[in-house]
């Protein structure tokens, strides 16, 4: 069993930053894939970034690319996912995921055995 948490959600500008973290609880996660999803009201859940167990493989989907950048620190456990130049169309409840998955590429979505919470990004125009 992995739990995840996440934090850093919040409100912030058109043009701002916000970063989020998501903690998790097993010593394995060095093992794992990790991600990160996102859903808006009244749409179906979306992926926005992965990264791979080892944290040299990275993904992300076209509408962040170049904004959003996700990263992992394996002795704390933790990834991170960086967001910049942020839009109003970010706004979403942001997940975060984790895949036992050791293959290339991005892991599927139906991989992603361990979800978190979620936390909240409100970005105002």
């Known amino acids: 069993q992995v739990q995840l948490v996440e934090s850093g959600g919040g409100l912030v500008q058109a043009g701002g930053s916000l970063r989020l973290s998501c903690a998790a609880s097993?010593?394995?996660?060095?093992?794992?894939?990790m991600g990160w999803f996102r859903q808006a009201p009244g749409k179906e859940r979306e992926f926005v970034a992965a990264?791979?167990?080892?944290?040299?493989?990275?993904y992300y989907a076209d509408s962040v690319k170049g904004r959003f950048t996700i990263s992992r620190d394996n002795a704390k456990n933790t990834i991170y996912l960086q967001m910049n130049s942020l839009k109003p169309e970010d706004t979403a409840v942001y997940y975060c995921?984790?895949?036992?998955?050791?293959?290339?590429?991005?892991?599927?979505?139906?991989?992603?055995?361990?979800w978190g919470q979620g936390t909240q990004v409100t970005v105002s125009s």
């Open positions: 995921a984790a895949a036992p998955f050791q293959s290339d590429g991005a892991p599927p979505t139906y991989e992603y055995d361990y």
């Open positions: 097993r010593r394995t996660f060095s093992s794992y894939a």
């Open positions: 990264i791979s167990w080892s944290g040299g493989s990275t």
